[in-house]
């Protein structure tokens, strides 16, 4: 995986996990929700890109 892959989704991650800190903040019900799968989508892909690594060398 590469660098660029891995800094893209950690900001996804950042970027939904804020969305989701500001829909509690303002009480907000559809950004808290819409903020929860695009934040979980961000971490797991971290994990296979790694493996994927692995698995070259």
């Given amino acids: 995986m590469s660098l660029r892959w891995e800094i893209d989704n950690k900001v996804?991650?950042?970027k939904r996990w804020a969305?989701?800190?500001l829909g509690r903040?303002?009480?907000d019900q559809?950004?808290?929700v819409a903020?929860?799968?695009d934040r979980v989508v961000g971490?797991?892909?971290q994990p296979g890109g790694k493996a994927d690594?692995?698995?070259k060398h």
Avoid: E, Y
């Fill in 12 to 14: 996804q991650a950042f």
């Fill in 43 to 45: 971490h797991l892909k």
């Fill in 35 to 37: 903020g929860k799968p």
């Fill in 25 to 27: 903040a303002t009480g």
């Fill in 53 to 55: 690594d692995a698995s």
């Fill in 30 to 32: 559809r950004h808290q």
């Fill in 19 to 21: 969305r989701q800190r």
